[in-house]
């Protein structure tokens, strides 16, 4: 048994409520961890177990709208619950530290990484500006950074999503504090930048002996940092054991269905047999640049109707920007995009609000894609009402209409706010708002890699079911192969603003690969807990972080 000396957090009874329909009701269910110094606790469950919740308990906080309504959190002998507000406050960012999931979100745009970085060490005092400038340069050199010397002293949006997500965990390690939570810092990255930032993060963890909670919804990654894994389902422990006993050996009948997610297949389609049936969206040699700079180079891939064409690729490998060509946000420099074989105006501007409403988008971020201060009923019939011209009971019929296609009752959500939604909820909002416009074509932009597993399975049945009954054609921008696999008919693999490689899944995911592809695939974590291990030595290190930082 390990001595009492060396447990850092201990948390009993833990019971905490949120208050909804005007009275407080229990979320988190008498919760019970312990964590020793040095060690990792990974937290996984579906959205809605209360795993970033009890992570931000073991730093005494409850977010808004929450309060911690019994137990006791002790962390390293003192008693969180009844610890004074400014002792709290001195503790977080010095002792605790926490890294968000969306870095992009968290980061202030207004001012360099660097100066973010050092202020939690200035303010308590640990270092004066010079020395944390040049501590903040070790750790980016530590965590492979591209140009530690120099990188800090960019903006928030000049850095990639990885690089980002990096400097965030560089910057929880400024002050080297005792735990770190990690709030599914993966979530949105891509597999090779994952990769990255998982040997950055278990490297840091190591070299400071620093205790961590890792809180995702993705197994395959858990398996790679915990020592230990708790299952949470709405705000109740399930089972906890140490990951090679959990992944071998689950022994509630919940955590083995999270084991067997991604079950959803549906059958692959093929191209029409009839020659002279025109793709609903033809891309044809296009180029783009933002400024002097040039992101795509001759894309060409067409999407037929009813079909799923799925492109895949890295961070900067021009996916999303290939969509901003064809909503028209993104004039090309050359090539031409058809619709039903008809050229698109390269400015949305000159289009007709007929060719507008025929192409429509649901993004990745349902949080920050729907605003928080406008009903879902204005949300969702504003589409309806500006492209249908739908005003009254017509209008109200419509929404309702729609809220029944995505499955959300419309006596319940018609007059709600984003804010009272889940995850998975905000997200089938998105996906109602496209459909009010009666498109033809929308392209999905990662909306299921801010989800957890069984929320996302579920997003994708909609999809599908969508698909059938509309005959929709989607584009279908990701970088989750299982995804890949569960969805598409056709796969467009590209790299630094060229497609690679393209053609039907069944033969895409057929070897021989193009060398990218198969870095591709190779990166999708296992359910082997040496996974990482090995794929690192196999790679090695300088080859993973050029791949990372493309």
């Known amino acids: 048994m390990v001595p009492r000396k060396d447990v850092l957090l201990r948390i009993t009874d833990l019971r905490i409520e949120g208050y909804s329909d005007e009275q407080w009701n229990e979320i988190v269910h008498g919760v019970s961890l312990t964590l020793h110094k040095g060690e990792v606790l990974g937290l996984i469950g579906e959205s809605g177990a209360g795993k970033s919740t009890i992570g931000l308990a073991a730093m005494g906080f409850a977010r808004d709208g929450c309060r911690i309504s019994g137990g006791s959190i002790e962390f390293d002998g003192m008693e969180l619950t009844t610890t004074p507000q400014s002792d709290l406050r001195a503790l977080r960012g010095s002792r605790i530290a926490y890294v968000a999931q969306s870095a992009a979100s968290s980061f202030n745009p ?17 270092q004066k500006r010079v020395e944390a400038q040049e501590d903040a340069m070790q750790l980016y ?31 929880a390690m400024a002050c080297r504090p005792d735990l770190i939570i990690f709030d599914e810092p993966t979530t949105a990255l891509d597999v090779t930048t994952q990769i990255e930032v998982l040997a950055a993060i278990r490297d840091i963890v190591d070299q400071f002996n620093t205790a961590a909670i890792y809180i995702t919804h993705d197994l395959a990654v858990v398996a790679q940092m915990a020592d230990t894994i708790k299952v949470l389902l709405k705000g109740e422990e399930v089972e906890e054991a140490p990951t090679e006993e959990m992944l071998d050996t689950p022994k509630e009948d919940y955590t083995k269905s999270l084991w067997a997610v991604r079950s959803f297949k549906r059958p692959q389609k093929q191209r029409p047999s009839d020659p002279d049936t025109l793709p609903i969206v033809s891309v044809q040699g296009i180029d783009a640049s933002y400024g002097k700079t040039r992101v795509l180079e001759d894309v060409s891939f067409d999407i037929y109707p009813g079909m799923t064409v799925a492109v895949v690729g890295e961070s900067g490998s021009g996916k999303s920007t290939t969509a901003r060509c064809i909503t ?50 204005d949300i969702i019939g504003r589409p309806a009402q500006f492209y249908g011209g739908l005003q ?22 018609y007059n709600r706010l984003p804010t009272e939604l889940s995850g998975g909820q905000k997200q089938r909002v998105g996906i109602a708002r496209a459909l009010a416009a009666n498109p033809a074509f929308i392209i999905c932009d990662e909306v299921t890699s801010a989800l957890d597993q069984l929320v996302a399975e579920g997003i994708l ?11 929709l054609a ?51 974590p296992e359910m082997d807990p040496n996974w990482l291990t090995t794929l690192l030595e196999e790679r090695g290190t300088d080859q993973i972080g050029e791949a990372a930082d493309v």
Do not use: W
């Open 110 to 126: 207004a001012h360099r990484i660097i100066d973010q970085h050092t202020e939690a060490p200035i303010q308590y005092r640990i």
């Open 141 to 171: 050199e530590r965590l492979r950074l591209p140009n530690p010397g120099e990188i800090g002293f960019r903006y928030p949006h000049q850095v990639s999503g990885g690089q980002l997500q990096r400097a965030m965990t560089a910057m």
């Open 328 to 377: 028209g946000l993104l004039p090309p420099d050359k090539g031409q995009i058809l619709f039903n074989g008809e050229p698109l105006p390269p400015r949305y501007q000159d289009r007709t609000k007929e060719q507008l409403r025929q192409v429509q988008m649901i993004y990745q971020m349902a949080d920050t894609a729907l605003n928080p201060k406008i009903r879902i009923c």
């Open 392 to 413: 009254g009971t017509a209008l109200k019929s419509r929404v309702d209409e729609l809220l029944d296609l995505i499955e959300l009752e419309p006596s319940q959500f």
């Open 461 to 471: 049945k909609l999809l599908d079911r969508l698909q059938q009954e509309f005959n």
């Open 474 to 524: 989607y584009m279908f921008i990701t970088h989750d192969l299982a995804t890949v696999r569960s969805i598409a008919d056709e796969v467009v693999v590209m790299q630094k603003g060229k497609v690679v490689e393209q053609g039907p899944k069944d033969v895409m995911f057929k070897p021989p690969h193009h060398p990218y592809t198969d870095l591709l695939l190779s990166s999708v």
